[in-house]
């Protein structure tokens, strides 16, 4: 099948050198290309709003496990990297919600690749902070 613009692809720019992030942040990425999958394949509303739950408790999952890497690595915005997973969340369940109270498929598509957006924006914005300060504690690149 041809790669299509909904689909966002890893790649090694995405990695924040710390294998069991990477894995979690790669499976995370692959829920939310399959949930886009399902909205575009026009499937039925449970199952699109089964891969939302999901996301969701896996996205939970992921934040808890994160924060708590963090405060491990003394790691100096813990607290706002803590923040900022709380508003992602409930950007998360918003966006879902949303979905949920509507009936048309054009609706979810779009909100689906808000998921999307916000999710690699925290993972490009938040998550490569650490990178680069588990770098700096390393003193060199990558692992
Ligand atoms: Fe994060
Ligand atoms: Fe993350």
């Known amino acids: ?4 613009e ?6 090694d720019c995405l990695s924040v050198g710390v294998a069991e992030m990477d894995e979690e942040h790669r499976q995370f990425i692959s829920r939310v290309n399959d949930l886009n999958k399902s909205i575009i394949g026009s499937e039925d509303k449970a199952t ?3 891969m939302m739950d ?3 408790m896996e996205a939970t999952h992921h934040f808890r496990h994160e924060q ?4 491990r690595w003394k790691y100096p915005d813990t607290a706002a990297h803590t923040t900022t997973h709380a508003q992602l969340a409930a950007q998360f369940a918003r966006v879902m919600k949303e979905i949920e109270e509507s009936d048309i498929s054009f609706v979810w598509a779009l909100k689906g690749l808000r998921l999307k957006q916000l999710l690699v924006e925290h993972l490009l914005k938040e998550d490569m902070k650490y990178r680069d300060f588990l770098r700096e504690q390393t003193g060199h690149a990558g692992q």
């Open 54 to 56: 999901l996301m969701l």
């Open 68 to 71: 708590e890497l963090l405060a």
């Open 6 to 11: 909904w689909e966002i692809a890893w790649s």
């Open 48 to 50: 699109v709003e089964r």
């Open 1 to 4: 099948m041809e790669k299509s």
